[in-house]
């Protein structure tokens, strides 16, 4: 398989909802139809999608413990008792705990935070960190985006008279710690509705819990109580890097919070967009994703994640230009050591005696660096379309990263496999894992028995999911507009995809790094037309071909032009044949 190889499915019509909203919100058909096929039917919440404020967040104490939390924390603050957050080493966990500092420091809080070493210490609380942490007289512990699955280390911590707070959003294990208070909206006894925030997303729900009651007992006497919304820049960015699905109070708070980051005063954001060469570049969740993140995470990666918070926090703007620098140097060995791993990963998938008829990749080396294999299963993911999980060994101990497809959810996988585990926590995309090596064949194995089980043959097969066909002449500035409506798009909120009518090929070439430059037309509509990474694919001109498309606006040299960006290509006819293209797929 290929990177190209695709099952085109065009999505449904559903005229009784897509009029129902045409007429109610005095929308086009083609807004209608892209809202219908995101499961937004309703007329009041087509309105809230398209229209949400910040007030149309829901209460905080919708969730499980989270007044309780809020007491304890109120309670610190008033008695000078300094506060550990602890928080993970990914860009979620980093942007939540400097959310979390730089709020109860506001405070007037004592406050400080404790994020693991990725190569050292692993995922979630450990002891050993809880017994620096002890020591160091601090008697109360908020976890960000862990805690959830950390039952010994909090019982612990307990042990030793400290409070935790988790504050988390992964899945809940049957056995929840017995920590103060556990605030996770995935807990079966919340009653927050929306179960799908981000780490960062569960922290601010803190904060914002804990500026209500505090303004209700009269905390700012002389008013002047702090504006949350100076926050969500770092909400966003961690919302955004962590791939929760963009719908409800996700979108919410990014839509806002790419306000807030285009606008910016923070030193350490303003430097790392800097680093990231994108200096007067509005910034989308695409950029965030691709250039801010992976800068962010390159410190957790490559072990020392504390350089992050530092970053996000300080009011140096010396320290925040040395650090931004050093995460983009951080992010460049990233690059080139899971370069090297990706490498070796597909040789061995290629040489093995099963190959790519393996249902599962389970693949593992000591000569792996265990922070970066998560990236790589994602390569692997996407070039082979399989679940996927990559070992970094040290000694007789794995550590693991899983990533997997639409349709085999890796954490249950994983959950009919804990008798081979020495603990694992996730989701269902993503996951990580400890594993004794005795163990790796075994599991193996039994993934491929799930996965064999659970997966058909189309399953193994990416799907692009085409909203409607859209012939060339409909394609203007008004009809992008609109389809920015949905902005900001992400997961669960995807791009808008479009599919041609059979068109023509009147120009075809090579540019860039292997990018299919080419231009189309259908009769006086012809358009400038990209395929990033489509290199191999180059039709003869006067081919017939149909494409899966985005229309989108380029601006190039203060030029601006129509140009559809291409997902998916296939030929229809090429020197007289049909369908000659190996490298093409579609359904």
């Known amino acids: 398989m290929n990177y190209l190889e695709r099952l085109w499915t065009i999505l449904p019509q559903q005229p009784h909802h897509t009029s129902r909203l045409e007429k109610e919100l005095h929308i086009s058909p083609l807004l209608s139809t892209l809202l219908v096929n995101r499961n937004i039917t309703d007329p009041e919440s087509a309105k809230r999608f398209l229209s949400s404020t910040l007030q149309d967040i829901r209460s905080p104490f919708l969730m499980k413990d989270i007044k309780k939390a809020s007491r304890r924390i109120i309670e610190a603050i008033h008695h000078k008792e300094e506060i550990c957050i602890f928080g993970d080493y990914d860009v979620d966990g980093i942007t939540g705990t400097a959310l979390l500092k730089l709020f109860l420091a506001s405070l007037g809080a004592k406050v400080s935070f404790y994020i693991p070493n990725r190569l050292k210490e692993g995922y979630g609380l450990n002891i050993s960190a809880l017994e620096k942490i002890h020591a160091q007289g601090k008697f109360l512990i908020i976890t960000v985006d862990c805690g959830t699955s950390d039952y010994e280390e909090i019982s612990f911590a307990r042990e030793q008279g400290m409070d935790v707070i988790v504050t988390d959003h992964h899945e809940v294990p049957e056995k929840i710690p017995d920590a103060y208070a556990v605030i996770n909206p995935k807990q079966k006894e919340c009653e927050f509705p929306f179960k799908h925030l981000a780490g960062v997303g569960v922290a601010f729900y803190l904060i914002i819990a804990?500026?209500?009651?505090?303004?209700?007992?009269?905390?700012?006497?002389?008013?002047?109580?702090?504006?949350?919304?100076?926050?969500?820049?770092?909400?966003?960015?961690?919302?955004?890097?962590?791939?929760?699905?963009?719908?409800?109070?996700?979108?919410?708070?990014?839509?806002?919070?790419?306000?807030?980051?285009?606008?910016?005063?923070?030193?350490?954001?303003?430097?790392?967009?800097?680093?990231?060469?994108?200096?007067?570049?509005?910034?989308?969740?695409?950029?965030?994703?691709?250039?801010?993140?992976?800068?962010?995470?390159?410190a957790g990666r490559m072990g020392k994640a504390d350089k992050g918070v530092i970053l996000l926090t300080t009011s140096d703007s010396a320290e925040a230009e040395n650090i931004a620098k050093e995460l983009d140097e951080d992010n460049m060995q990233r690059q080139q050591i899971e370069k090297t791993i990706f490498n070796e990963a597909c040789r061995i998938i290629e040489e093995s005696e099963e190959g790519t008829n393996q249902k599962a990749f389970v693949l593992d080396s000591p000569d792996w660096h265990p922070g970066v294999i998560g990236i790589v299963a994602s390569r692997i993911v996407e070039k082979y379309y399989r679940p996927t999980i990559l070992i970094a060994l040290d000694g007789n101990i794995g550590r693991g990263s899983a990533r997997s497809i639409e349709a085999f959810h890796i954490y249950d996988g994983l959950k009919e496999s804990e008798d081979l585990l020495e603990g694992f926590g996730g989701h269902k995309a993503a996951a990580g894992l400890t594993i004794s090596r005795d163990n790796i064949s075994k599991l193996r194995a039994k993934l491929n028995y799930l996965a064999e089980k659970t997966l058909s043959p189309e399953d193994i097969i990416p799907k692009l999911y085409v909203d409607t066909e859209i012939p060339l002449t409909h394609i203007n500035e008004l009809l992008i507009q609109e389809i920015q409506a949905l902005a900001p798009i992400g997961a669960d909120n995807p791009e808008p995809l479009f599919v041609s009518e059979i068109i023509s090929v009147k120009n075809c070439r090579i540019v860039g790094n292997g990018h299919l430059k080419m231009w189309i037309g259908n009769g006086g509509n012809n358009f400038d037309a990209i395929g990033f990474g489509m290199g191999k694919v180059i039709p003869d001109p006067d081919s017939e071909i149909r494409i899966v498309f985005i229309p989108e606006i380029n601006i190039w040299k203060g030029i601006k032009r129509l140009q559809l960006k291409i997902k998916n290509i296939q030929v229809i006819t090429e020197n007289g044949g049909r369908d000659t293209n190996p490298e093409t797929s579609n359904k």
């Open 210 to 298: 804990l500026r209500k009651i505090l303004r209700e007992e009269g905390f700012w006497t002389k008013g002047g109580y702090p504006n949350l919304r100076e926050y969500l820049d770092l909400v966003a960015l961690g919302t955004v890097a962590d791939i929760v699905p963009l719908v409800e109070e996700n979108r919410i708070f990014v839509k806002h919070g790419l306000e807030t980051l285009n606008l910016s005063t923070r030193l350490g954001i303003k430097a790392l967009i800097r680093a990231s060469r994108l200096k007067d570049i509005p910034l989308t969740p695409n950029l965030i994703s691709y250039r801010l993140a992976p800068r962010i995470n390159a």
